[in-house]
């Protein structure tokens, strides 16, 4: 099926879109090469700097590659750029939904193939978050992003014990939107505070070699705040 021919305003944009619903629909299936930059510069009606532009625009996103002397191949039909800007607007329920989907079953197979130096990383994490808490044990007001930064610190360490690169690599493009969600309820008072024996706990587990501890820890660990969010929404 051809392109449709770009107008002639926003033309890199223009030609991103197209050639990304082009892969989304199955147009060259993955691992298949596009057609050569002349080939869509004319099924477009576009200059060839212009279909360059939007092609580099879906490298960058991970849709595309390029092989030196071989052409541009489809590596993906989904755009995670795409994928981020979703959560990016999710809220924080709908966050702790999914951390808890990840970070239960990244514990239980944490707890099957850490090694020492994962949790070195998590202490390192807890102990670096203590330093920014007030005398009552509570975030200081004035470093609630480095409090936070360190909270993510120890659930990413939690989630790279699990030795899994897609985990992992999800995980990551994820962190984002759990570091906002988590900065919005330390600011937020009906919100309940990070309890560090519930981290140490989870921690624990981990090192016990008990997948099944391991996963119910993260999940009670993150069930809490998920509560108080339902309870703040009128939901049971």
Same mark, same amino acid.
């Given at each position: 099926?051809?392109?449709?021919?770009?107008?002639?305003?926003?033309?890199?944009?223009?030609?991103?879109?197209?050639?990304?619903?082009?892969?989304?629909?199955?147009?060259?299936?993955?691992?298949?090469?596009?057609?050569?930059?002349?080939?869509?510069?004319?099924?477009?009606?576009?200059?060839?700097? %212009?279909?360059?532009?939007?092609?580099?625009?879906?490298?960058?996103?991970?849709?595309?590659?390029?092989?030196?002397?071989?052409?541009?191949?489809?590596?993906?039909?989904?755009?995670?750029?795409?994928?981020?800007?979703?959560?990016?607007?999710?809220?924080?329920?709908?966050?702790?939904?999914?951390?808890?989907?990840?970070?239960?079953?990244?514990?239980?197979?944490?707890?099957?193939?850490?090694?020492?130096?994962?949790?070195?990383?998590?202490?390192?994490?807890?102990?670096?978050?203590?330093?920014?808490?007030?005398?009552?044990?509570?975030?200081?007001?004035?470093?609630?992003?480095?409090?936070?930064?360190?909270?993510?610190?120890?659930?990413?360490?939690?989630?790279?014990?699990?030795?899994?690169?897609?985990?992992?690599? %999800?995980?990551?493009?994820?962190?984002?939107?759990?570091?906002?969600?988590?900065? %919005?309820?330390?600011?937020?008072?009906?919100?309940?505070?990070?309890?560090?024996?519930?981290?140490?706990?989870?921690?624990?587990?981990?090192?016990?070699?008990?997948?099944?501890?391991?996963?119910?820890?993260?999940?009670?660990?993150?069930?809490?705040?998920?509560?108080?969010?339902?309870?703040?929404?009128?939901?049971?």
């Amino acid at each position: 099926m051809a392109l449709q021919a770009a107008g002639r305003q926003s033309l890199v944009d223009t030609v991103v879109d197209q050639l990304r619903g082009q892969v989304a629909a199955g147009e060259w299936a993955v691992g298949e090469r596009i057609p050569a930059e002349h080939a869509l510069a004319e099924q477009l009606q576009v200059g060839r700097n %212009t279909v360059r532009e939007a092609v580099r625009v879906l490298v960058h996103a991970g849709m595309l590659r390029s092989r030196q002397g071989e052409g541009t191949f489809v590596v993906s039909t989904a755009d995670p750029g795409e994928i981020m800007r979703g959560l990016q607007l999710a809220g924080v329920r709908d966050v702790l939904e999914l951390r808890i989907a990840l970070e239960a079953e990244a514990a239980r197979l944490a707890a099957l193939r850490h090694e020492p130096a994962d949790l070195e990383r998590m202490r390192a994490a807890l102990d670096a978050q203590a330093a920014f808490e007030d005398p009552d044990g509570q975030p200081d007001s004035g470093h609630l992003e480095l409090y936070a930064d360190h909270d993510v610190e120890f659930h990413k360490a939690v989630v790279e014990a699990a030795h899994n690169p897609a985990l992992t690599a %999800t995980y990551t493009w994820f962190s984002s939107s759990v570091r906002e969600a988590l900065v %919005t309820a330390l600011g937020d008072r009906d919100m309940p505070r990070i309890i560090h024996g519930d981290h140490h706990a989870l921690m624990t587990a981990i090192a016990s070699g008990d997948p099944e501890a391991a996963g119910q820890a993260a999940r009670t660990l993150l069930e809490r705040p998920k509560q108080a969010v339902e309870s703040l929404l009128g939901e049971s």
